[in-house]
T-cell receptor, first 115, second 111 residues
């Protein structure tokens, strides 16, 4: 089975530009999570969805960040406008607790560099 | 954001030695997970724990879910060079399906 798929793997952009990160969860998983990883703050949960509906977005740093899940197989995390302090690795993960297996499986991440 | 207290922060050990790391929290968790992350990759699940007191093994790895539901430990026996990496604990707070991550333990194995 394919795991969580994220794209792009690497993104370099200029400050002020819009950035869109993409995620395809594991088929059948109904929970999707977006995390950000930095040296200073470790792995932080930004937002998570259940059945395409945002459940908790308290980790989203500010209004420049937005996330959507238009269907069960696709989610985006958008930063507009981007700033150098947004540079980090962004991970998407999915899980399916309703099947008795609540573990979260991660994608390979998108390394974002804002210059 | 919220994080778990994970210790130690880093460890340098000789090949063949056993390793132990743990996570603690002030909150009760329903599930504990342990992950390993290699450079440039996403965290990979090693062990999942679902019940207080549960002890689970996966090869040379053993993990336990603390009976207070506020802590967990991971042991690695007879370490080998490929055990090098960063190990994370993750806890699922009661009443939610999200995961809060520990600060990580960076393991280096000297051959």
């Amino acid at each position: 089975d394919a795991g969580v798929i994220q794209s792009p793997r690497h993104e370099v952009t200029e400050m002020g530009q819009e950035v869109t990160l993409r995620c395809k969860p594991i088929s059948g998983h109904d929970y999707l999570f977006w995390y950000r990883q930095t040296m200073m703050r470790g792995l932080e949960l930004l937002i998570y969805f259940n059945n395409n509906v945002p459940i908790d977005d308290s980790g989203m740093p500010e209004d420049r960040f937005s996330a959507k899940m238009p269907n069960a197989s696709f989610s985006t995390l958008k930063i507009q406008p981007s700033e150098p302090r947004d540079s980090a690795v962004y991970f998407c993960a999915s899980s399916s607790p309703g099947w008795g297996k609540p573990e979260a499986f991660f994608g390979q991440g998108t390394r974002l560099t804002v210059v | 954001g919220q994080q778990l207290n994970q210790s130690p922060q880093s460890m340098f050990i000789q090949e063949g030695e056993d390793v132990s790391m743990n996570c603690t929290s002030s909150s009760i968790f329903n599930t504990w997970l342990w992950y390993k992350q290699d450079p440039g990759e996403g965290p990979v699940l090693l062990i999942a724990l679902y019940k207080a007191g549960e002890l689970t093994s996966n090869g040379r790895l053993t993990a336990q879910f603390g009976i207070t539901r506020k802590d967990s430990f991971l042991n690695i026996s007879a370490s080998i060079p490929s055990d090098v990496g960063i190990y994370f604990c993750a806890g699922q707070p009661s009443g939610t399906y999200k995961y809060i991550f520990g600060t990580g333990t960076r393991l280096k194995v000297l051959a």
